[in-house]
C-alpha cells in the first residue's frame, strides 16, 4: 500500500480534521508502543499500520 492511498483512508474514516490528529497523538501497543507517524518513521509497511489501526480502531472489513 502506497502511503497516499494509507493516508486517503485515514482521512476517509477519521475525517479531515482528525486524521493526523489520531496519527500523531493515539499510542498503540500493536505498534510497540508507537503512534501511527513513529511507527511509519520507524520503518513499518503502511499496510501494517493501517491493519492494526483497522483492528485497534474495529473498523468494519468492508473498509479495510
Known sequence: MR???FWERMTDHF???YADTFARDHVMSELGG???H???DAGWA???V???VCA???IPGERR
Do not use: F
Request: net charge positive.
Open 50 to 52: 493501517w491493519r492494526v
Open 3 to 5: 502511503l497516499t492511498v
Open 38 to 40: 513513529e511507527a511509519l
Open 46 to 48: 503502511a499496510k501494517d
Open 15 to 17: 475525517g479531515p480534521g
Open 34 to 36: 508507537r503512534t501511527v
Open 56 to 58: 485497534v480502531m474495529n
